[in-house]
């Protein structure tokens, strides 16, 4: 199965939304390979964000992202890059479409709840950013079944 990596960002951790947004993405049947807690510092936001270094509004990005603890989170399932960007809505959260993550917590263009890999290229780089091997688990849920028909897992 694809995976995709989440953060859950310090506008997530401090209005208290993890357990929402986690409950969203378990009710689509994504799988949780991996989830912890950690403290962002800037060497690791500047790799992260190394396409927004130069932008003025970096200094800013930086502060909100270390503002609190963050949630990394790796998620699976058929086409999880694509179907967890969608769910997550526009970068503007004013923008972002009701129904999505961000069109429904997020007014923001920065204080936008959730980071969600956009390529197939990221989402590996980023996995492997912020987990190490041991820490992502491949397993099968027993209702896999259910969340996808036999064509769809070949
Ligand atoms: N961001 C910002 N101002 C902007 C554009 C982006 O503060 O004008 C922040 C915002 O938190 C965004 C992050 O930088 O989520 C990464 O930007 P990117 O363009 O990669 O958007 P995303 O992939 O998160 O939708
Ligand atoms: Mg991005």
Not at 23 to 44: C, D, P, S
Not at 50 to 58: A, D, G, I, M, R
Not at 138 to 144: K, V
Request: negative net charge.
């Amino acid at each position: 199965m694809e995976k995709t990596l989440v953060i859950f960002k310090p506008s997530a951790i401090e209005r208290g939304l993890v357990g929402n947004i986690l409950t969203r993405f378990q009710q689509k049947g994504l799988v949780i390979t991996g989830m912890k807690m950690m403290q962002l510092n800037e060497a690791i936001l500047r790799e992260h964000y190394s396409h927004l270094v130069e932008k003025s509004f970096f200094p800013l990005l930086l502060k909100s992202m270390m503002a609190s603890p963050v949630i990394v989170l790796c998620l699976a399932g058929k086409d999880a890059i694509n179907v967890v960007r969608l769910m997550t809505g526009a970068t503007n959260g004013r923008e972002a479409l009701p129904g999505t993550i961000r069109g429904d917590f997020a007014s923001s263009n920065q204080e936008n709840i959730i980071h969600a890999s956009s390529s197939p290229e990221d989402a590996e780089a980023e996995i492997a950013r912020f987990f190490a091997p041991g820490e992502i688990f491949d397993w099968t849920p027993a209702n896999t079944p259910f969340i996808y028909s036999s064509l769809e897992l070949n």
